[in-house]
């Protein structure tokens, strides 16, 4: 069970808008900024948030974040074919004294 | 460019030990925060362990005790000594560069090097 919980999965159709959702607690989102990564199939991580709503650079502005208590959100608008891929969030947790991921959502643009 | 290239994984039997090397290009090591993040075949993301200057090193409850990650300067290298490895340690490796010498944030990626304990 991962400390940050993520829908398995999402879907949009090209052109759309879709979030993805991660939730924790006051130990993690509650007290710290939440990044989040995109994973294409058989590469590495790629970081495409910072703290919330910081866009990393080279990230296009259809990604956005939002954070509302301990819960944040990621929002990829306009959504193009190359988005497919699977989507992680991560906050550190003081109850751990690490870092914590969330179970990662699989994005798939129809 | 920033680039982090992992070597060193393999396959190796369970209570055996693996070395696992990052070198860094394209900056310098010593100063960044540097981290190793795993993940298991076919599963998501497991952080590992953090290390920055004059910081207690961090590691994961999962392999407290078992890993130890160390890094040399003059080579622009991290390592993750891994100790009495368990069937579920198996994964690939990642290191990962932190945001800035205090922030352990990861912002680049090297692209794994797989580690497989099996008996």
């Known amino acids: 069970q991962s400390v940050l919980r993520q829908p398995p999965s999402a879907s949009g159709t090209l052109g759309q808008r879709v979030t993805i959702s991660c939730s924790g607690a006051?130990?993690?989102?509650?007290?710290?900024?939440v990044n989040w990564y995109q994973q294409l199939p058989g590469t590495a991580p790629k970081f495409v948030m910072y703290s919330n709503t910081q866009r990393p650079s080279g990230v296009p502005d259809r990604f956005s974040g939002f954070k509302s208590g301990t819960s944040v959100s990621l929002a990829i608008s306009g959504l193009q074919s190359e988005d497919e891929a699977d989507y992680y969030c991560?906050?550190?947790?003081?109850?751990?004294?690490?870092?914590?991921f969330g179970g990662g959502t699989k994005l798939t643009v129809l | 460019d920033v680039q982090l290239v992992e070597s060193g994984g393999g396959l190796v039997k369970p209570g055996q030990s693996l070395r696992l090397s990052c070198v860094a290009s394209g900056f310098t090591l010593s100063s960044f925060a540097m981290n190793w993040v795993r993940q298991p075949p076919g599963k998501g993301l497991e952080w590992v362990a953090s290390?920055?200057?004059?910081?207690?090193?961090r590691y994961a409850n999962s392999v407290k005790g078992r890993f130890t990650m160390s890094r040399d300067n003059a080579k622009n290298s991290l390592y993750l000594q891994m100790n009495s490895l368990r069937v579920e340690d198996t994964a690939v490796y990642y290191c990962?560069?932190?945001?800035?010498?205090?922030?352990?944030?990861?912002?680049?990626w090297g692209q794994g090097t797989l580690v497989t304990v099996s008996s």
């Open positions: 991560v906050a550190w947790d003081d109850s751990l004294n690490g870092w914590a």
């Open positions: 990962a560069r932190g945001l800035s010498e205090s922030q352990f944030d990861f912002d680049h």
């Open positions: 006051i130990s993690n989102i509650g007290r710290f900024g």
């Open positions: 290390i920055r200057n004059g910081d207690t090193d």
